[in-house]
């Protein structure tokens, strides 16, 4: 159920749209998710107005998706700066699972301002804040070498994994799923 960020008052997109999500839930409908778009132009809602909406909607007890985001303004500071900002908050709230941009170059994208590469490929201020973020600050690549029990320990972000070890001229991989309820792994080298 994709909708754009409104005004959030009574009688307004925004309400409809939850009063309609609730209703479905209450008719036992099979609602396994809330899809937001997030179309934004030069004046974006402030990112505590983007963290109170996702706030509210997560009180319907669905994971949250951003089935589209992309910020259309001449003004490349603010793009640069509103990108970091809106996808640090999708980030760090606890109800939202994913951001889906809503394209990404120049020359295929509905709004060309938009675009995180330009037609040339080189990428833009605010292409350059999601690809760090996503790939870099986000990403978790853990090292290390197991305790006298066998054991090592990491943190690292919720996501899917390719665990690796090796000991003696052995080696195995596992693929595991982490959750914010953390993991154990257990590999068996052969």
Not at 146 to 151: A, I, K, N, P, V
Request: glycine share 12%; aromatic share 12%.
């Amino acid at each position: 159920m994709p909708r754009r960020e409104t005004d959030s008052g009574e009688g307004s997109p925004s309400q409809y749209f939850f009063d309609t999500i609730q209703f479905f839930k209450e008719q036992s409908a099979p609602i396994s998710g809330i899809g937001e778009q997030g179309h934004f132009g030069g004046s974006p809602p402030s990112p505590e107005k983007v963290l109170a909406t996702f706030d509210r909607f997560g009180k319907l007890g669905l994971p949250i998706q951003i089935s589209e985001f992309d910020i259309d303004t001449s003004d490349d500071d603010l793009k640069r700066h509103y990108t970091r900002d809106f996808m640090t908050a999708c980030f760090s709230h606890p109800a939202v699972n994913g951001v889906m941009m809503w394209g990404f170059w120049e020359g295929a994208h509905w709004r060309p301002r938009a675009a995180l590469w330009n037609k040339d490929w080189t990428i833009r201020p605010h292409g350059q804040v999601w690809l760090d973020l996503v790939t870099k600050e986000w990403w978790t690549n853990s090292e290390g070498t197991t305790d006298e029990r066998g054991e090592f320990t990491t943190h690292g972000f919720c996501g899917d994994y390719e665990v690796t070890a090796q000991a003696g001229g052995k080696s195995a991989r596992k693929r595991i799923h982490l959750g914010n309820q953390g993991a154990a792994v257990g590999i068996q080298l052969e």
